[in-house]
């Protein structure tokens, strides 16, 4: 079951095309990674998917039907402009963003301590938020978008300003989500996590969806239909189509009807010594790269 | 659908943002305390040195050369004759040389020379020492009463007595005024009248517009916040525009009426303080000040939406103040048309202004201070509905401009844009 769907959803700020017919489901229980350069129109896709703007054309549902606020108690956004009242205290904070999203007084206090706890901050619950760390501000944040449970949650950026530990905690955290079948987005620039952690992803250039699908597939037909290997043995001499890098690992073009799999079986049947054998797949990164620059990898 | 639940906790954080300030506590409570301790120094000083004044000798000298002076009132003191009315001291010398000695001598202020062509040229010479301040002389008493003097010395002898006074004394005036019921007519002295016709309905005007503007500050201030903070993406996806900008207007109207009660709070308790002397002369208009609570919220919910909603394109707390002083100044339109307003509470500026939102709470308010029977109370009805009405427009309108505005960063819509916005 689709959690979130976007159908033919474009968007306009003057004569600027901000989305362009995006359409794009994210399913239930799964990490969804969306990307896209800076001024894409992730952030304005975000926007739209929980009714804080209004598309000019499309539809959006959630959770099966429309956009409508008992819908959008469900979920929650960790923007990428985080948003704080400075001279509120932490805990003042955190009960007063639950109870916005509809928790009673007593279940937003008692969420907040849980949640300050649960990302380490519990001794700052009486402090200002101006008192604290970016790096502790942006887990209040964290804290203030997961207290409500919420059944999807958007986070824009969630690692950014945090050290490894807290880049970890915050990993820990969008997993345990994934466990227990709540949906997660997440619009990030670090690849590596979005390699970590999604299951499926969709990259916006230019208003327009130009990526979209399973992680691994997507790796898959991005990557060249290549392998590196490790071998003693002269490959180009055995007449394969191969070169040798830097490394004195050869890195060898398999023909389009040859699986990976399939062609170290054959290398060792033809006697070739093999110490390592890897096949090639593209990192998000290049792909990000290469087709926001225009060229496929 | 607006939820109560988030109107509520919107609401509740506002309040306690604004009220747990120090810059409120210190204009709700501070301020008045302030007025009251500057107000009470003024007074006091100002009693002192008068009671000073009072007890001080203030001699002059006279001298009359043109033998026209009435001597009757002058009594013998010590060695010369001497007329002493209001604390003041008038002495009578016989010769100009014996006077200017006491002058020199500090003994008089001044010396008031009628010379002997006074009947002629009506001038009296008026000569002061080098130590007394022109401004001293001028500041007392003595010239209006040397100026009585002479014309009650010129009339002796030559007129009946009832057409002498009456020549020294031509009218005194007693004011009355006839109440709606016709037949009930009370005195009223000239000068609280004045203080009645003014006083009350422009200090009660200005109450009502501080605390309205005040409170309007808040909500500028509380969008300005918002917006620096940027916290208003998890607002709005968490409450609606509309529950967002109920909740601001409550919790901060809350606020402002808590300072317009406790500066109202001092002046009834200056007024109860002062009510001993003032009772018998000031009529308190009990209508405007029962009215001023609803005029209030009406005003400031139909001023806040306003301000809420403009405050909201602004993109930084400079440039939200910028963009609402024009309501403010709206808002202070009765009070730059006091003159007429009090002149004539009742006539065509009063009415329009009585039916225009902007306006309605502050004219309302003058117009019952000043002549409470002078408005009709369908007018004061009709006002009420047109603000209500109107409070209901620009909250539709504001919240609508409210979410264009809250999530406005770097370019500003076209006004195209924000008509569309608005509709």
Redesign the interface.
């Known amino acids: 079951m689709e959690i979130l769907a976007f159908r033919g959803v474009s968007k306009r700020?003057?004569g600027q095309v901000a989305l362009d017919d995006v359409s794009l489901e994210v399913g239930s229980g799964e990490v969804f990674g969306l990307m896209g350069p800076n001024g894409a129109g992730k952030t304005t896709l975000i926007?739209i998917g929980?009714?804080?703007?209004r598309a000019d054309q499309g539809q959006v549902s959630i959770f099966g039907g429309p956009l409508d606020?008992q819908a959008?108690?469900r979920?929650?956004?960790l923007?990428e402009?985080?948003?704080?009242?400075?001279?509120?205290k932490v805990r003042?904070l955190l009960t007063?963003?639950g109870?916005?999203?509809?928790l009673k007084p007593a279940a937003s206090r008692s969420a907040a301590d849980q949640w300050l706890d649960r990302v380490g901050l519990g001794r700052v619950a009486n402090q200002r938020v101006d008192s604290l760390s970016k790096g502790m501000t942006q887990k209040v944040q964290i804290a203030?978008c997961l207290m409500s449970d919420p059944e999807l949650c958007v986070l824009d950026e969630p690692f950014s300003g945090l050290d490894p530990v807290n880049v970890a905690l915050v990993r820990t955290l969008i997993e345990e989500r994934r466990k227990i079948g709540r949906t997660t987005v997440l619009s990030t620039h670090l690849m590596h996590q979005v390699e970590a952690l999604c299951d499926r992803v969709a990259l916006i250039h230019q208003g327009r969806l130009v990526v979209y699908g399973r992680l691994d597939e997507i790796r898959q037909r991005y990557s060249p239909h290549e392998v590196v290997v490790w071998s003693p043995t002269d490959l180009i001499a055995l007449g394969l189509d191969a070169i040798r890098d830097a490394n004195g690992a050869w890195r060898v073009t398999l023909p389009q009807s040859e699986t990976a799999a399939g062609y170290l079986n054959a290398l060792i049947e033809h006697g070739v010594a093999v110490d390592r054998y890897e096949p090639m797949v593209a990192k998000m990164d290049d792909i990000f790269v290469n087709l926001v620059r225009g060229s496929a990898p | 659908m607006i939820r109560p639940d988030r109107v509520t906790a919107v609401a509740k954080f506002e309040f306690l943002a604004v009220v747990k300030r120090w810059s409120y506590l210190l204009a709700t409570f501070g301020l008045p305390l302030f007025l009251a301790g500057v107000s009470g120094v003024v007074l006091g000083a100002q009693t002192y040195f008068l009671a000073q004044r009072a007890v001080e000798s203030s001699s002059f000298g006279l001298v009359d050369e043109a033998g026209v002076v009435d001597s009757s009132v002058f009594e013998a003191s010590d060695s010369l004759p001497t007329w002493r009315v209001n604390a003041i001291d008038v002495v009578l010398y016989g010769s100009t040389t014996d006077a200017q000695r006491d002058l020199q001598g500090g003994k008089v202020r001044a010396l008031y020379v009628v010379p002997p062509d006074y009947l002629e040229t009506g001038r009296v010479q008026a000569i002061q020492s080098e130590d007394t301040p022109l401004l001293s002389m001028r500041g007392t008493t003595v010239e209006p009463m040397l100026r009585s003097l002479l014309q009650r010395s010129l009339l002796v002898d030559r007129l009946e007595d009832d057409v002498q006074a009456r020549v020294l004394s031509p009218a005194s005036f007693v004011r009355t005024r006839l109440t709606p019921a016709g037949d009930e007519v009370k005195s009223v002295d000239e000068t609280i009248d004045l203080l009645v016709r003014t006083t009350i309905p422009l200090f009660l005007g200005v109450l009502l517009l501080t605390a309205l503007l005040s409170a309007s500050g808040y909500l500028v201030q509380t969008v300005a916040t918002d917006k620096e903070s940027k916290i208003v993406e998890v607002l709005l996806s968490s409450a609606t525009p509309e529950e967002i900008l109920a909740g601001k207007l409550i919790g901060l109207g809350a606020a402002g009426l808590i300072q317009f009660a406790v500066w109202s709070s001092m002046v009834v308790l200056v007024a109860a303080s002062a009510s001993a002397a003032l009772a018998a002369f000031v009529s308190i208009p009990w209508t405007a000040v029962a009215l001023a609570p609803l005029l209030f919220v009406l005003g400031y919910l139909f001023m806040g939406s306003l301000m809420l909603a403009t405050a909201a394109l602004g993109a930084n707390a400079a440039e939200s103040q910028k963009f609402t002083v024009g309501w403010a100044i709206l808002a202070m339109l009765p009070l730059m048309v006091m003159v007429v307003l009090l002149d004539d509470p009742n006539g065509v500026l009063g009415q329009l202004m009585t039916w225009t939102p902007f306006t309605a709470p502050l004219t309302v308010i003058l117009r019952l201070a000043v002549d409470p029977d002078g408005i009709a109370w369908w007018e004061v009805g009709g006002s009420v509905a047109v603000l209500v009405f109107s409070i209901g427009v620009a909250i539709r309108v504001g919240a609508r401009l409210f979410r264009v505005g809250f999530l406005l960063t770097g370019s500003r819509p076209s006004l195209a844009e924000l008509w569309r916005q608005a509709r």
């Open positions: 700020f003057g926007r929980l009714d804080i703007l606020r959008l108690d979920t929650a956004y923007p402009e985080r948003g704080v009242y400075r001279r509120a003042e007063y963003l109870r916005l999203k509809g203030a």
